[in-house]
């Protein structure tokens, strides 16, 4: 039961950085290609991980954060409220 909440809360917290992302990227009028290259990544691969079919590295995620303007705070924030939220 432990091991099935804590795939549980994985998951959970990969949707929330993909919204986080997606959300920073509408506001900014950024495009995916823009962000892609600032990974030097393919954008087919940044786009699968935004629609929650392949990865990117821990590294291109706190790049995107950086790159896209997105505060710590409120990265801390929605984690708390996945990790407190009821499973």
Known sequence: RI???ES??????LFMIR??????LKKR?????ELARH??????SLNAFLKGNGKISLANVEK????????RQV????????LFSRI
């Open 3 to 5: 091991v099935v909440q």
């Open 8 to 13: 549980y809360i994985c998951l959970k917290i």
């Open 19 to 24: 919204e986080i992302i997606i959300e920073a």
């Open 29 to 33: 009028g950024i495009k995916q290609i």
């Open 39 to 44: 990974l030097d990544i393919n954008r087919s």
């Open 64 to 71: 995107s954060f950086l790159f896209l303007g997105i505060e």
């Open 75 to 82: 990265v801390i924030e929605r984690f708390r409220k996945v």
